[in-house]
């Protein structure tokens, strides 16, 4: 018997039209004080793009070909989408999980570096969810996560031929001077010393450059949202731009190696803003695809579940902590 009857995907989630998009920015948004100037200004984001996030639609794809890919390699099982900010719902899909029967199933969480916002909270939400599961009088879904992939093979191979297409795209003369510079979510600083994230990036970016056998490259972040006055990781991928022009570079390939799909967070940080300073600056820059649906990052996310399967073909995964369920 397999010990698995299911595989859940767990993503963030995006607007699937304009009048989502504020009730979606509230749900990322809840328990945090945000100025609504900044909540507007994020909406704008959105609005540029028609109020839809690619995440979605790219995610479905990322789950119907891992399924595929499974099946391929003898393991059909379902696999199922579950959101943290928007439709479908991680409760929703754990309730219909339920009466379909599943039991037991392979977590596999849409980051591949770790911090508590890209993974451990991602968790908590799949625990509270299975406690809504309690309460709704369904039975329990335990559910096993897959290991660190960060520096996969498949994970690797996938970015770097996506720089190597970038790289093609700026005069050939440049080309050999150009410098990746690989880009991630900003997080506050405190949250960063208590997780594993500036390590599994500086990994994920060295494996990749190691692949494209460059020594050129840097690590930036994006996508701050925290309080001027608090410390996140740095430094700001614009900012880093306009000091590293100034400063003899002379072509850039920007890599969202932080990101697994071109949603908006990369799209308006990178495609708008960050080619905006290009532009302003003299700068040449092209932007590398996310992995997205490349065949060697579908490799990468079968491979996680497979070998999860097989480290408990004999034996139960053993649930240390179970989802607390109020009195």
């Known amino acids: 018997m397999r010990p698995f009857d299911a595989v859940l995907v767990i993503a963030f989630g995006g607007p699937l039209g304009p009048a989502d998009v504020r009730p979606f920015l509230a749900n990322v948004l809840r328990g945090r004080r945000v100025a609504p100037e900044r909540v507007e200004e994020v909406a704008h984001h959105y609005d540029l793009f028609g ?7 790219l995610t479905t794809r990322q789950a119907d070909l891992l399924r595929a890919r499974l099946a391929e390699q003898g393991l059909p099982l379902p ?27 392979v977590g596999v969480i849409a980051a591949a570096q770790r911090s508590y916002s890209s993974c451990t909270q991602y968790r908590e939400n799949v625990a509270g969810a299975r406690v809504a599961l309690h309460e709704a009088g369904l039975p329990d879904v335990e559910i096993t996560y897959v290991p660190d992939w960060h520096t996969h093979s498949g994970f690797v191979e996938a970015n770097a031929s996506h720089v190597a297409a970038a790289l093609g795209t700026l005069p050939a003369p440049l080309r050999s001077r150009a410098r990746i510079v690989f880009t991630a979510h900003s997080i506050p600083a405190s949250m960063a010393e208590r997780s594993l994230y500036e390590r599994h990036l500086d990994e994920s970016s060295r494996a990749i450059a190691a692949r494209l056998q460059t020594h050129d490259f840097a690590l ?31 072509a850039a390939v920007l890599c969202p190696v932080g990101f697994l799909c071109d949603h908006i967070e990369v799209l308006y940080d990178l495609d708008i803003e ?19 649906d490349h065949p060697r990052f579908i490799d990468t996310l079968a491979d996680a579940v497979t ?21």
């Open 220 to 250: 930036v972040y994006q996508s701050r949202s925290g309080r001027p006055e608090d410390p996140w990781l740095g430094p700001d991928v614009c900012d880093y731009l306009r000091d590293a022009h100034a400063n003899g570079l002379e």
């Open 51 to 57: 109020g839809v996030s690619p995440l979605t639609a």
């Open 307 to 327: 070998g999860t399967v097989r480290r408990y073909a004999r034996a139960r995964p053993l649930q240390i902590v179970r989802p607390a369920v109020e009195p």
């Open 274 to 292: 960050a080619a905006d300073v290009c532009r302003q600056i003299g700068l040449p820059m092209a932007r590398a695809s996310a992995a997205n």
């Open 79 to 105: 696999v199922y989408l579950g959101m943290r900010n928007w439709d479908p719902f991680l409760k929703d899909t754990l309730a219909q999980m339920a009466r379909d029967g599943v039991r037991r199933a």
